[in-house]
């Protein structure tokens, strides 16, 4: 099970988030785009690979807080510590970004499924400008959704909401 396989990484990522990450990746097709950004220890991207290797995972992460918290002492100590993680957890289909997402990402690659966990309070920025890299057809899972709900149904109007569990809003 996945859940044990990354049980070693600390994360505030709920049993309730993964399973509806599991949910929600388990729609998609092989060979899908999927953006997470808010790295951190590397939890919900390792596990959003390990549910289907044949995924992309395109992650970023400024370092700052992993840094904060000392688990790396600087963005190359944590690019570096990021990347052994990754490699530890044998998630090979991740692709990691040291990136500040409040700017565009740079990318022709439209994404299937955009999880969004970002813990320093400018997630509405980051969704504004993220938000058109995602196919029309595709998710949207947003941790911590009700913090910045009434920007996040302004910005997603007109798009269907289909499950809240733990602090995840898809």
């Not at 953006?35 to 970023?60: E, H, M, Q, R």
């Not at 790396?72 to 510590?81: E, F, H, R, V």
Request: hydrophobic share 35%; charged share 30%.
């Amino acid at each position: 099970e996945i859940k044990k396989i990354i049980s070693d990484i600390p994360s505030y990522i709920l049993n309730d988030d993964m399973d509806l990450y599991y949910k929600y990746i388990g729609k998609l097709p092989d060979e899908s785009n999927i953006l997470d950004i808010g790295t951190g220890w590397g939890k919900s991207a390792i596990f959003l690979a390990l549910c289907n290797p044949a995924n992309i995972i395109y992650t970023v992460d400024t370092g700052e807080y992993p840094i904060y918290q000392k688990w790396a002492k600087d963005k190359n100590d944590y690019s570096t510590k990021i990347l052994e993680q990754f490699n530890k957890h044998d998630a090979d289909n991740i692709r990691f970004s040291l990136f500040d997402a409040r700017n565009l990402i740079d990318t022709t690659v439209k994404f299937d499924l955009f999880h969004l966990d970002n813990e320093s309070g400018i997630e509405e920025m980051i969704l504004e400008k993220q938000l058109p890299l995602v196919k029309n057809e595709g998710f949207l899972l947003i941790r911590n959704y009700n913090r910045f709900k009434g920007k996040v149904d302004e910005i997603c109007r007109g798009f269907e909401y289909l499950d809240n569990i733990g602090l995840i809003q898809v």
